[in-house]
């Protein structure tokens, strides 16, 4: 499939996928060419594009800290940053991205 943003191999990346404004890294080659992993990056990216990108990656990591009090753990911690949380709801539907409303992660903020 052909993916709007640039999809990179980097073989060292500490994640399997990563998205860093415009471009979508992968640890593999054979995940350039999945699409649920991409799609999920692309949310990212339209995220990080609504808070003009240097803000989300504040916004990211102080979501990620407070997690990290709250659930003293890393992968809990990160699995509840909202960002992560509207990306992984949605990214096995080919359709998300075409439906997606401006700030959608919002949503993800728990009660």
Known sequence: MKWRYPVL??????????????????????SRFDEAMVRHEIIHLRQQIELLVLPFYFFYLINYLYNRLIYKDHFEAYMNIVFERE?????????????????????????
Do not use: T
């Open 9 to 30: 191999v980097v073989p060292s990346l500490p994640a399997n996928g990563m998205a860093l404004f415009p471009f979508i890294l992968v640890k593999l080659e054979k």
């Open 87 to 111: 990306a992984y709801a949605n990214d096995a539907f080919p359709d998300y991205l075409k439906r997606r409303k401006l700030f959608s992660w919002a949503k993800y903020f728990k009660n």
